[in-house]
């Protein structure tokens, strides 16, 4: 979570509604869309928010290949290290983890041709500031594609609230406006399955 971390008490039922399982999951807009979607292709440089256990990190190294790079993060020491353990194990020499910050990518300015997230965005408290990041970290006419879902009410009138029981998520046309405030031009929203999508934006110029 890109947020400050919070006790979490963990708990198991027989009923698990299907958005729930498919949010635990990680999303239902595949991940071969999310690749496809930013031409993820040999060479390249890739970078992901909030990695969680490494799966997209691993399958996006694949496809740039050993000329390309990755980076990748997580927040806190705990995740980070489960993250770098992960890559060691995945024996993908064009990886590195980086430690996350709530404010910044801290990936190098202009070094990703593409940045992509999953169930992140709606955790970032401010959302302008963590923005203005991913857009210096781009490269001119780079992409970022956003994976995220809609809150099942209304959307919190805080973006510091997106992840409060009763309003958890965020809504595509808000991730639409914060981006175009960080000069990233929204440029396709696809939906999902359930209350799923994808919004892809591009770093103007070239």
Known sequence: SFRRMRPVLLFVTLFVPVAV????????????QIFDTLTLRDG??????????????????????????????????????????????????QITVVTGDPGRTNFPDEACDAIFMRNVYHHFEEPA???????????????????????AN???????????????????ESVSRELRAARLEPVSSDSGAQRWFMVVAAKQGR
Do not use: W
């Open 21 to 32: 399982l498919a949010q635990r999951s990680g999303s239902t807009i595949p991940s071969e």
């Open 44 to 93: 390249v440089t890739v970078c992901e928010i909030g990695a969680g256990d490494g799966d997209l990190t691993i399958a996006a190294a694949r496809l740039v290949g050993p000329q390309g790079r990755v980076y990748t993060s997580e927040l806190g020491e705990g995740r980070v290290n489960t993250l770098r353990e992960r890559v060691a194990k995945s024996t993908l020499a």
């Open 129 to 151: 500031v963590m923005n203005a990041s991913i857009a210096a970290a781009l490269k001119p006419g780079g992409r970022l594609a956003v994976v995220d879902f809609a809150p």
């Open 154 to 172: 209304k959307e919190a009138e805080r973006a510091a609230d997106r992840d409060e029981d009763g309003s958890h998520g965020v809504s595509a």
